[in-house]
């Protein structure tokens, strides 16, 4: 009792310095294009045959700004097992990259979840840091069949030489299906 599993929150961790690893990179070589949602999504498997075979909901499909979208829902549906998505972010500066974020674990009560991450200032590549926050809100009918909600990204950049630039996804909205 009192136990949290947090390895959902490390894998978050994780995912989210990856991306926005490669998201600081490209703001800083603007010469060379950013590393497409589409190829990292292209790179995952979305959805296996263990995946269907083990009771849970496997559900994907498009957010309001045309990236995939993955989600997998618990057997008895009380818990996101998994939500993956990619988001277009703009920055105050007039950079815009794309990024594939994620959740583990979030708890279903009444067929809706609420997820938010705040990712302490973090060292990476060059020196600059990244900080930020993501929020999932989403509702699932009572078939179980549909998932609906909005997605939003917030992140903040320090360069090492100074300049900061703050980049924000705007509530991504999307709906998918079983």
């Not at 498997?45 to 989600?71: C, R």
């Not at 818990?79 to 979030?106: P, Y």
């Not at 992140?155 to 909205?173: E, H, I, K």
């Amino acid at each position: 009792m009192g136990h949290r599993d947090h390895s959902g929150h490390v894998r978050l961790w994780v995912r989210f310095v990856q991306a926005t690893g490669l998201a600081v990179i490209a703001l800083a070589t603007t010469s060379a294009p950013a590393v497409s949602a589409r190829e990292l999504f292209l790179q995952r498997p979305v959805a296996t045959a263990a995946s269907v075979q083990d009771g849970t909901s496997v559900f994907a499909g498009f957010t309001s700004q045309h990236w995939p979208s993955f989600f997998r829902i618990s057997k008895n549906s009380k818990r996101l097992v998994i939500a993956s998505a990619a988001l277009d972010m703009k920055c105050v500066s007039g950079n815009q990259f794309t990024i594939w974020f994620e959740f583990v674990g979030v708890p279903i009560a009444h067929g809706k979840l609420h997820a938010r991450y705040t990712m302490p200032s973090t060292s990476v590549a060059g020196g600059a840091t990244v900080s930020g926050t993501s929020s999932l809100t989403a509702r699932l009918d009572r078939r179980h069949s549909i998932l609906s909600g909005t997605w939003r990204v917030y992140l903040t950049y320090v360069a090492a030489t100074g300049p900061t630039d703050q980049c924000d996804s705007g509530l991504v909205r999307f709906t998918v299906s079983s």
